[in-house]
């Protein structure tokens, strides 16, 4: 199946400072990425659709200058926590489905472990 | 937008038992219905999905139907094993790509 590779895999920052995240679609293109947050023991909570070439649509309660989204190419899409605190410490994981395919597997990178101390 | 939930939040069973998990859906557009295992600290797998075209899909020991009327699907695990212990989502999508819904999870014990 196709492969979305996200990095870091886990991250531990300074509070006040700014990690960025990315999410590649390895073999195939993706004009749209999914960012969600995971809590632990809790189920996976959409964030924000990226979409490529234009401004990420954000869902209700989460921050856009706080949670910074870029989808710059058909194969990348990042995230950036800025200005970090100890609360933004999460799981945060990407998916993408290949472009053109509504109703097709979404696929999920590895998922980030971030830290912030 | 899009609700689901997802019953039950935790559940233990034998070794060869079967195992059940109910969703039900509020967006009667959704009409694509997949179900993701994932262990600890690892990305969501994708185990076996379902489109509003059919009623029932089996795969091996896993099953999925679908009750549109209802909107509800469950997820139908049999002759369970140990390997299967883990953290079940359900999710509704296809109302806009790649985008899903994802229900509470359901933690799977199955006691060897």
């Known amino acids: 199946g196709a492969v979305v590779s996200q990095h870091p895999s886990r991250v531990i920052c300074k509070s006040g400072t700014s990690v960025k995240i990315e999410c590649r679609s390895l073999d195939f293109q993706a004009t749209t990425m999914f960012w969600y947050r995971q809590f632990p023991k809790k189920s996976l909570m959409l964030m924000a659709t990226?979409?490529?070439?234009?401004?990420?649509?954000?869902e209700q309660g989460v921050e856009k200058d706080k949670f910074l989204i870029n989808h710059a190419s058909l194969t990348l899409s990042t995230l950036t926590v800025t200005s970090a605190h100890p609360e933004d410490s999460s799981f945060y994981i990407c998916?993408?489905?290949?472009?053109?395919?509504?109703?097709?597997?979404?696929?999920f990178g590895q998922g980030t472990r971030l830290t912030v101390v | 937008g899009e609700n689901v939930e997802q019953h039950p939040s935790t559940l233990s069973v034998q070794e060869g038992d079967s195992a059940v998990i109910k969703c039900t859906y509020s967006?009667?557009?959704?009409?694509?219905f997949p179900w993701y295992k994932q262990e600890l600290g690892k990305r969501p797998q994708l185990i076996i999905d379902i489109r509003s075209n059919v009623g029932e899909k089996k795969d091996q020991r896993i099953a999925v139907t679908l009750n549109k009327t209802a909107k509800h699907f469950s997820l139908h695990i049999t002759e369970t094993q140990p390997e299967d212990s883990a953290v079940y989502f359900c999710?509704?999508?296809?109302?806009?790509?790649?985008?899903?819904?994802f229900g509470q999870g359901t933690i799977l014990t199955v006691h060897p």
């Open positions: 999710a509704s999508g296809g109302t806009s790509y790649g985008k899903l819904t």
């Open positions: 998916s993408a489905t290949e472009t053109g395919h509504m109703n097709t597997e979404a696929f």
């Open positions: 967006d009667s557009a959704s009409n694509y």
């Open positions: 990226s979409n490529e070439g234009s401004k990420a649509t954000y």
